[in-house]
Nanobody, 125 residues
Framework: QVQLAESGGGLVQAGDSLRLSCAAS????????MGWFRQAPGKEREFVAG????????YYADSVKGRFTMSRDVAEDTLVLRMNSLKPADTAVYYC??????????????????WGKGTQVTVSS
């Protein structure tokens, strides 16, 4: 049983940074795609960043490119999202997700099989 657990959310001011972590367990994620999504109140869940676990190639939504950096710790099965220059528009619940086996990252939430419970990120102006 795959389990994903996010941590690191909180309340920050615009321009601040946060580091989110996702601890993954339950199987080997070598051929999986993993990613971060977010959902703001009244809005659909949207893609933030993704990675093919075995290759480490990362993909970002245009809205976060240059500000967010995703990395993975293969030994610890942990996915990290470093968020810099945060804006009020980044306020949302952030979810870690996984799907596979797959050779590519897709930005569509419905393509992901496993989800964490989410962590709240609130950016005040």
């Amino acid at each position: 049983q795959v389990q994903l657990a996010e941590s690191g959310g909180g309340l920050v001011q615009a321009g601040d940074s946060l580091r989110l972590s996702c601890a993954a367990s339950g199987r080997t994620f070598t051929s999986y795609a993993m990613g971060w999504f977010r959902q703001a109140p009244g809005k659909e869940r949207e893609f933030v960043a993704g990675v093919i676990w075995v290759r480490g190639t990362t993909y970002y939504a245009d809205s976060v490119k240059g500000r967010f950096t995703m990395s993975r710790d293969v030994a610890e099965d942990t996915l990290v999202l470093r968020m810099n220059s945060l804006k009020p528009a980044d306020t949302a619940v952030y979810y870690c997700a996984a799907t596979g086996p797959t050779p590519r990252v897709v930005p569509t939430p419905s393509e992901y099989d496993y989800w964490g419970k989410g962590t709240q990120v609130t950016v005040s102006s």
